[in-house]
């Protein structure tokens, strides 16, 4: 009985020792995480510690900086929000887009045969946006830009020029969108009005680097043909070689028509396009006047490069020629008086609509026409 009871309390000093033991042990663990999970006072100075936070946050900048904060004792930024995954910094697009194909054969009638629904179903699946919005997936962009479109009565100039700009200028790994402003019937049309409210509608759908002013009748010919941002202080002319023009033949260092490209801070320094120009002709020749009095510098997309001036050639849609302004020589000889006035600080229309379309963004706009002038025709 002796050995028996010897026995028994053996055992039960054993349990008991063991119980002790799982009890400190419970009680360690619950210590440990609540000063996990609460935080703590100290600083944080062991490897492990770092490493926690650089998991937790997945080595994010802010988590890097709350990490900074607390090791110096002050407080992280109050409401962070942390990215479990942040997304990778894409690689910027190469100068030269591996896309570029060379040389079209631009064909109105072809590009017309598609029907819309179709169109419109492979732009979006090539990444177009409603609103003629479209991201380069594959690379950072070095350009975003937007091409403003004057229009009225060009409906079917309007479908080929989408239908060819847009994989245009895809291939050339371009962040745009396409912003048409079209005026109504009643007045002359304002071709220089018409490029500011299109920039000035822009400027509130998004924060664009450079502007494109694109008459909807002119194709490029080949994308090698740069739509990049030309830099500050370099307005481009892009259109001086137009297939109506003496089968390709340059235009004259005077000539500014048909599209150029601006910064978004030349086009503002130079208070815009004129808006007296009312009919066709004059409101050209004045960008370039307002360009040069600002002392820039016009440029050409192959200048320095006269081996590869075909690249810069375009195609000219058909279309009734318009009656040239009888007084826009007068109006240009009086334009270094209207520089500071007349321009993007008087711009003056009435927006009947703005409608996010599949592959453009459509301004329509009432331009009111001076008193003075009469309205014999329109384009």
Same mark, same amino acid.
């Given at each position: 009985?002796?050995?028996?009871? /010897? #026995? *028994?309390? $053996?055992? +039960?000093?054993?349990? &008991?020792?063991?119980?002790?033991? %799982?009890?400190?042990?419970?009680?360690?663990?619950?210590?440990?995480?609540?000063?996990?999970?609460?935080?703590?006072?100290?600083?944080?100075? /062991? #490897? *492990?510690? $770092?490493? +926690?936070?650089?998991? &937790?946050?997945?080595?994010?900048? %802010?988590?890097?900086?709350?990490?900074?904060?607390?090791?110096?004792?002050?407080?992280?930024?109050?409401?962070?929000?942390?990215?479990?995954?942040?997304?990778?910094?894409?690689?910027?697009?190469?100068?030269?887009?591996?896309?570029?194909?060379?040389?079209?054969?631009?064909?109105?009638?072809?590009?017309?045969?598609?029907?819309?629904?179709?169109?419109?179903?492979?732009?979006?699946?090539?990444?177009?946006?409603?609103?003629?919005?479209?991201?380069?997936?594959?690379?950072?962009?070095?350009?975003?830009?937007?091409?403003?479109?004057?229009?009225?009565?060009?409906?079917?100039?309007?479908?080929?020029?989408?239908?060819?700009?847009?994989?245009?200028?895809?291939?050339?790994?371009?962040?745009?969108?396409?912003?048409?402003?079209?005026?109504?019937?009643?007045?002359?049309?304002?071709?220089?009005?018409?490029?500011?409210?299109?920039?000035?509608?822009?400027?509130?759908?998004?924060?664009?680097?450079?502007?494109?002013?694109?008459?909807?009748?002119?194709?490029?010919?080949?994308?090698?043909?740069?739509?990049?941002?030309?830099?500050?202080?370099?307005?481009?002319?892009?259109?001086?070689?137009?297939?109506?023009?003496?089968?390709?033949?340059?235009?004259?260092?005077?000539?500014?028509?048909?599209?150029?490209?601006?910064?978004?801070?030349?086009?503002?320094?130079?208070?815009?396009?004129?808006?007296?120009?009312?009919?066709?002709?004059?409101?050209?020749?004045?960008?370039?006047?307002?360009?040069?009095?600002?002392?820039?510098?016009?440029?050409?997309?192959?200048?320095?490069?006269?081996?590869?001036?075909?690249?810069?050639?375009?195609?000219?849609?058909?279309?009734?020629?318009?009656?040239?302004?009888?007084?826009?020589?007068?109006?240009?000889?009086?334009?270094?008086?209207?520089?500071?006035?007349?321009?993007?600080?008087?711009?003056?229309?009435?927006?009947?609509?703005?409608?996010?379309?599949?592959?453009?963004?459509?301004?329509?706009?009432?331009?009111?026409?001076?008193?003075?002038?009469?309205?014999?025709?329109?384009?």
């Amino acid at each position: 009985m002796l050995i028996s009871y /010897s #026995q *028994s309390f $053996s055992v +039960f000093r054993n349990l &008991l020792v063991i119980s002790i033991f %799982v009890i400190c042990l419970v009680l360690m663990f619950h210590l440990t995480s609540n000063s996990v999970h609460f935080g703590n006072d100290s600083a944080p100075n /062991s #490897q *492990s510690s $770092s490493l +926690f936070y650089q998991q &937790l946050y997945k080595k994010t900048d %802010v988590a890097l900086f709350s990490q900074k904060s607390r090791d110096e004792g002050g407080s992280a930024p109050i409401e962070q929000k942390i990215d479990p995954e942040p997304k990778k910094k894409r690689q910027l697009c190469s100068l030269v887009s591996p896309k570029l194909i060379g040389w079209t054969n631009i064909s109105a009638e072809a590009i017309l045969k598609e029907k819309d629904d179709v169109v419109e179903r492979t732009m979006a699946e090539s990444g177009v946006e409603p609103g003629g919005k479209y991201q380069t997936k594959e690379c950072q962009s070095r350009s975003k830009i937007a091409i403003v479109v004057p229009l009225r009565n060009r409906t079917e100039h309007l479908q080929v020029f989408l239908r060819y700009m847009h994989p245009f200028l895809q291939r050339q790994q371009l962040d745009y969108a396409i912003i048409v402003a079209e005026q109504t019937e009643g007045s002359l049309f304002n071709r220089g009005a018409l490029m500011n409210v299109g920039f000035k509608e822009a400027q509130l759908l998004d924060n664009f680097q450079c502007f494109f002013f694109h008459d909807v009748d002119n194709l490029p010919e080949n994308d090698g043909n740069p739509y990049s941002c030309p830099e500050d202080g370099k307005p481009r002319h892009m259109t001086f070689s137009l297939s109506r023009w003496n089968n390709y033949k340059p235009f004259p260092g005077w000539y500014f028509g048909g599209v150029t490209a601006l910064t978004a801070n030349d086009f503002r320094k130079i208070n815009g396009f004129s808006n007296v120009y009312w009919g066709w002709g004059g409101e050209d020749d004045d960008l370039l006047r307002r360009i040069r009095f600002h002392k820039m510098t016009p440029t050409r997309a192959m200048d320095g490069y006269p081996s590869l001036i075909e690249m810069a050639r375009y195609k000219t849609l058909t279309h009734k020629k318009a009656e040239p302004s009888p007084i826009r020589h007068k109006l240009l000889r009086e334009g270094t008086k209207r520089l500071k006035s007349d321009g993007l600080k008087d711009l003056t229309y009435k927006k009947l609509a703005l409608e996010l379309k599949p592959l453009y963004t459509k301004v329509l706009v009432e331009l009111q026409q001076p008193a003075n002038r009469k309205a014999p025709g329109q384009h």
